[in-house]
């Protein structure tokens, strides 16, 4: 079903002071991946998957950020 990105915080118990810089992979208006977290309905993977876009985020401060 459609969760919104905060209810996903909410819900993962994401602390409240991490989540204004949580890096969100978006398509126009729309959420393609909540990295770390959840992939954005327009960008399922399933057995009939043949391509993917690949991303590389490379920051030490979000990295801290999943271990708090």
């Known amino acids: 079903g459609h969760v919104t990105v905060g209810d996903?915080?909410?819900?993962?118990?994401?602390?409240?002071?991490?989540?204004?810089?949580?890096?969100?992979?978006?398509?126009?208006?729309?959420?393609?991946?909540?990295?770390?977290?959840?992939?954005?309905?327009?960008a399922p993977i399933d057995h009939t998957t043949t391509k993917v876009v690949t991303a590389k985020l490379d920051s030490i401060e979000f990295i801290s950020m999943l271990g708090q």
């Open 8 to 42: 996903l915080f909410t819900n993962l118990k994401i602390p409240v002071a991490v989540r204004k810089n949580w890096p969100i992979l978006m398509c126009g208006s729309d959420v393609i991946w909540v990295v770390g977290l959840r992939r954005g309905s327009l």
